[in-house]
């Protein structure tokens, strides 16, 4: 007779969450400070999911994945408070340097020259912020506006503002700053959901997206999903790709290639919610939720860190940051660590720019960067001793960046099956979530949320 092999794997658990990023993390976090027992199944062999910290250098760490927190995520700073991560400030001190209308300009001498346009912008971002108070996060669909809002772009509704082209342009490379799509691609009840779950425009869509990215973390982001894991302990198993959920009765079977088994009464499924539809359900899931993962993708966003001697744009009263119609990068921040080191900037390619100058050959777009950071900073900056590149998408278990961005009358048609529960089977990731959906404050918003989900139905179940 043939031999049957080894026996699988069986891992028993109160809860299963799939994936170990942030949101599941923090989801298996609360399941077990509630005394319930957990398992966290990771199909990569490290944790962090979109967070990505290399340390190029000793005590230099290159953010290729999320790297900010801003001053109103609550979550994150005590979370990295209680953690022991220490914080600091982005550097923002200085011009920022403009490339729009064929030429570069540096702080206010752009600001002078294009006054108006930079008004009209201000005047899109507050009738955005009226529009978004109508909204709610929870459920966007519910708008008075949604069915008009839904069934037109951002694009569209940006075209008919009546901007000149300048300011037509500074409003899309912000926008795209926060969504990493085209706005021709998504609702404007979409881009509203954002601004709404994050606040305001002022917080979401300032040129410095200020609210959102004034502090980073001593060390790198990725201690923080590497102590909760800690934290965790053997409940954490990488290296085990979830590809079957079964649901029979009070039962739920996770099933992993390579043969692992995890069973538990409830599981939280914590990724992205198009990498989610790629897990084979049974019984399979209601029709709406299938359909939303199909009109989810997430969004294109491509990091490419230039290291030099020292910061050198700061003695020309620089503070790193451009924001440029040329590209290939569209905006840049200083990266600086926080106590010396190297100059380093960060140049983002988002949204069309990472999808078609994030797949040039490297040397090609090297330099373009180079030529580009030259234009703004002078020749020195077109010599970096290094350029160090990263891409959510060519990460084979995420596929994406930070957002997820549904077409238009996606949010109307099946937004509603975003969070819902289906059965034991809840849904986590900070896409999710109803507060900074999209950041490291969403991912912790979501698993709290999800996680007193699955406590509450253990709770019924007895």
């Known amino acids: 007779m043939p031999n049957p092999g080894p026996s699988p794997v069986v891992l028993e658990s109160d809860v299963v969450v799939v994936g170990a990023g942030l949101s599941g993390l923090t989801a298996a976090r609360e399941v077990r400070r509630a005394g319930r027992e957990v398992v966290?199944?990771?199909?990569?062999?490290?944790?962090?999911?979109?967070?990505?910290?290399?340390?190029?250098?000793?005590?230099?760490?290159?953010?290729?994945?999320?790297?900010?927190?801003?001053?109103?995520?609550?979550?994150?700073?005590?979370?990295?408070?209680?953690?022991?991560?220490?914080?600091?400030d982005q550097f923002e001190e200085g011009d920022t340097s403009y490339e729009l209308g064929g030429r570069v300009l540096r702080g206010d001498a752009f600001h002078r020259?294009?006054?108006?346009?930079?008004?009209?912008?201000?005047?899109?971002?507050?009738?955005?912020?009226?529009?978004?108070?109508?909204?709610?996060?929870?459920?966007?669909?519910?708008?008075?506006?949604?069915?008009?809002?839904?069934?037109?772009?951002?694009?569209?509704?940006?075209?008919?503002?009546?901007?000149s082209p300048l300011a037509r342009e500074l409003l899309e490379i912000c926008t795209v700053g926060i969504l990493a799509v085209p706005t021709v691609e998504v609702s404007l009840l979409g881009l509203l959901f954002n601004v709404v779950t994050c606040g305001v425009t002022a917080d979401l869509l300032s040129e410095s997206e200020g609210g959102a990215q004034t502090k980073r973390f001593v060390g790198g982001t990725a201690q923080i999903p590497q102590r909760l894991a800690a934290e965790l302990g053997h409940r954490v198993v990488l290296d085990s790709p979830v590809q079957e959920i079964t649901v029979a009765g009070e039962a739920v079977t996770v099933r992993c290639r390579g043969g692992l088994i995890a069973r538990g009464r409830q599981v939280i499924v914590a990724l992205a919610p198009t990498?989610?539809?790629?897990?084979?359900?049974?019984?399979?899931?209601?029709?709406?939720?299938?359909?939303?993962?199909?009109?989810?993708?997430?969004?294109?966003?491509?990091?490419?860190f230039l290291v030099?001697?020292?910061?050198?744009?700061?003695?020309?009263?620089?503070?790193?940051?451009?924001i440029s119609e040329a590209g290939p990068a569209?905006?840049?921040?200083?990266?600086?660590?926080?106590d010396g080191g190297p100059g380093i900037i960060l140049a983002f390619l988002e949204g069309e720019s990472a999808r078609?100058?994030?797949?040039?050959?490297?040397?090609?777009?090297?330099?373009?960067?180079?030529?580009?950071?030259?234009?703004?900073?002078?020749?020195r900056a077109g010599r970096p001793e290094a350029i160090v590149e990263g891409s959510w998408a060519d990460k084979p278990w995420i596929r994406g960046c930070y957002n997820a961005n549904p077409g238009p009358c996606g949010w109307l048609h099946f937004g509603s099956a975003l969070a819902t529960p289906v059965?034991?089977?809840?849904?986590?990731?900070?896409?999710?979530?109803?507060?900074?959906?999209?950041?490291?404050?969403?991912a912790i918003d979501a698993g709290v949320r999800a996680a007193g989900e699955a406590l509450e139905s253990l709770d019924g179940l007895g």
């Open 275 to 304: 990498l989610a539809g790629r897990i084979l359900y049974d019984p399979p899931l209601p029709a709406v939720r299938d359909q939303l993962t199909q009109r989810m993708p997430q969004a294109s966003a491509h990091k490419s």
């Open 356 to 379: 078609v100058e994030g797949r040039w050959p490297a040397e090609r777009r090297h330099d373009a960067l180079r030529a580009e950071m030259a234009r703004h900073f002078g020749p």
């Open 308 to 322: 030099y001697d020292e910061p050198f744009w700061r003695d020309q009263g620089l503070n790193g940051q451009l």
């Open 423 to 442: 059965g034991p089977i809840k849904w986590a990731g900070t896409e999710t979530a109803v507060a900074w959906s999209g950041y490291m404050e969403g």
């Open 113 to 163: 020259a294009h006054g108006e346009d930079v008004a009209a912008v201000e005047r899109v971002l507050r009738e955005l912020d009226a529009m978004a108070a109508t909204v709610d996060a929870a459920a966007p669909w519910a708008a008075p506006q949604a069915d008009i809002w839904d069934r037109i772009t951002v694009g569209q509704w940006y075209d008919a503002q009546g901007l």
């Open 40 to 88: 966290v199944l990771e199909a990569d062999d490290r944790v962090g999911g979109r967070i990505l910290t290399e340390e190029w250098a000793p005590g230099v760490h290159l953010e290729l994945g999320a790297q900010w927190i801003g001053d109103t995520h609550h979550r994150m700073s005590a979370l990295a408070a209680e953690l022991g991560i220490v914080v600091h």
């Open 330 to 338: 569209r905006m840049t921040n200083d990266s600086c660590m926080a």
